[in-house]
């Protein structure tokens, strides 16, 4: 039997855990590292928090929200969004995470990847690809939190 792994995704923009609404806007649900211990505590085996709004305005502004997190679950933690260079990349680690989530850099700079992996490690390094099928059947990848087509 294969095992099942329950890995939540958390959207975050700001401070705040979001949800989509109909993929035309976002309702705010309360503190990130709230919602990640809930799912700890209910057997989740991994959070991803991803900063939806990160490449859109150029930054990475999680490492607060990373930090508390991770004094509060002891399960992996990725995290995305906004992700350009390796200070990125060191600082995401330094908050707390286990993982980082690579979407944009990585289509923009696919050896960007590589010099993370091999100075991370592969197991630290995650592509996060955002694909769509459109009508001709065939799927395309989206950067940008999945607002730009490539």
């Known amino acids: 039997?294969?095992?099942?792994?329950?890995?939540?995704?958390?959207?975050?923009?700001?401070?705040?855990?979001?949800?989509?609404?109909?993929?035309?806007?976002?309702?705010?649900?309360?503190?990130?590292?709230?919602?990640?211990r809930y799912y700890y505590e209910n057997g989740a085996d991994e959070i991803i928090y991803q900063d939806t709004v990160a490449s859109l305005y150029d930054?990475?502004?999680?490492?607060?929200?990373?930090?508390?997190?991770?004094?509060e679950i002891f399960i992996p933690l990725t995290v995305g969004g906004g992700i350009r260079d390796m200070d990125d990349i060191h600082n995401v680690l330094r908050a707390g995470a286990d993982k980082v989530s690579i979407n944009t850099s990585a289509v923009r700079n696919p050896d960007f990847v590589n010099q993370a992996s091999r100075f991370y490690g592969s197991s630290t390094i995650v592509i996060a690809m955002e694909c769509l099928r459109k009508n001709d059947g065939d799927y395309y990848i989206f950067t940008d939190n999945g607002r730009e087509e490539t």
């Open 1 to 36: 039997m294969k095992n099942v792994r329950v890995i939540p995704r958390l959207d975050i923009k700001g401070p705040n855990l979001v949800k989509g609404v109909h993929l035309e806007g976002l309702r705010v649900l309360g503190d990130p590292s709230r919602f990640a």
């Open 59 to 71: 930054r990475n502004s999680l490492t607060e929200i990373i930090n508390k997190t991770a004094k």
